[in-house]
């Protein structure tokens, strides 16, 4: 049977044409990509592990990734296995069929960027629909009604969101987190469908970033690559591990950590054969959240190295940015 083009939710087939086709120094580069790269791997069953002197071994491994990476795979997390299959599987089907309700949107994504005729907008390979939801609230009638079992979805991010908040302080305190981002966090959900591509060296499926919030928990496919991490100024693939979930460190952890901790850069590429799916949900302070380095942290030999703002403030500089820098550098204090 011939495979149908994957339409884009505008109906516009997918190929190859010069709106998605980045400039040469925009391009991902793939063969100076690692092959392979050791991101960490957090087992939570090593909480047991906890002699009661200092801090346990399993909090110190998730400072020392959150130090060196930003980035790392949580195993033995509690949720099962089938519920994150049918969940991606699910969503798969809402990419497919293209069967959505009014309030589920799905963007295709661009970026702006410099060509020969001055600042042109360049498409990304993929789409994405995104959501907001929060255990507490109802949410349910912001949610696709076909089919019926995305509604399974509720579950997984309760489970992962109760285990979020039970990271704590990664290291700093506990229940500092929960504390700092605030009573209400905007918690929000974003599904990202990458079709396969024919030249994966011209085009990019999210270009390179850094999450704005605090926290991202990210579910994907097994057996297909494509998130990528700067570590020392070289791009590493983020390989899917089998029933991992992967923790991405966002800005506002960084700015609260005074800088300890990365808010990691990323992207997503594409490639030549499988279609690859994936299901960020994201922990964000509310609006009038005020952030700025821990009072702990600060003493004379560590300065702050960010003023205080709000989150509001954050987001309104991400706006006027548009992407041309990173945003975490609007708010940093002289040395
Ligand atoms: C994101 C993101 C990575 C991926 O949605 O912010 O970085 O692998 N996604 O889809
Ligand atoms: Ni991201």
């Known amino acids: 049977m011939e495979m149908k083009p994957f339409q884009l939710a505008n109906n516009t087939p997918l190929s190859l044409s010069p709106n998605f086709i980045l400039p040469v120094n925009k391009r991902p580069n793939l063969l100076k990509v690692l092959p392979s790269a050791s991101i960490p791997i957090i087992d939570l069953n090593d909480h047991d592990i906890d002699d009661g002197q200092g801090p346990s071994p399993l909090v110190s491994k998730i400072s020392q990734a959150c130090e060196e990476y930003g980035l790392f795979h949580i195993i033995n997390h509690g949720v099962p296995k089938e519920l994150c299959q049918k969940t991606l599987s699910v969503v798969r089907e809402q990419y497919l069929t293209k069967d959505h309700t009014k309030q589920v949107k799905v963007f295709n994504y661009y970026q702006k960027v410099q060509k020969y005729e001055g600042i042109e907008k360049v498409k990304m390979w993929s789409e994405t629909f995104s959501h907001p939801w929060h255990h507490t609230e109802d949410f349910t009638h912001l949610l696709p009604t076909n089919p019926p079992q995305y509604r399974y979805l509720s579950w997984l991010i309760y489970k992962l969101f109760t285990f979020e908040l039970d990271i704590r302080g990664l290291g700093l305190e506990n229940d500092c ?58 791009w590493l693939p983020v390989d899917p591990v089998p029933n991992a979930f992967v923790i991405n460190l966002a800005d506002q952890i960084q700015v609260l950590s005074n800088g300890k901790f990365q808010s990691v850069r990323h992207r997503a590429v594409t490639n030549k054969l499988l279609p690859r799916l994936s299901l960020g949900m ?16 600060i003493d004379e030999e560590h300065p702050p190295k960010y003023r205080k703002y709000s989150f509001k403030e954050y987001m309104e500089e991400f706006y006027r940015q548009e992407g041309k820098r990173r945003v975490i550098e609007a708010f940093e204090l002289a040395p």
């Open 177 to 234: 987190l929960k504390r700092r981002i605030g009573e209400r966090p905007r918690l929000n959900c974003q599904a990202n469908y990458y079709p396969p591509c024919p030249d994966p060296e011209l085009t990019i499926g999210l270009p390179e970033h850094n999450d704005l919030g605090s926290i991202a928990v990210l579910l994907q496919v097994e057996g297909v690559t494509g998130l990528q991490v700067i570590k020392d100024r070289k």
């Open 282 to 297: 994201f922990y964000n302070p509310n609006y009038d959240t005020v952030i700025g380095p821990i009072e702990d942290l």
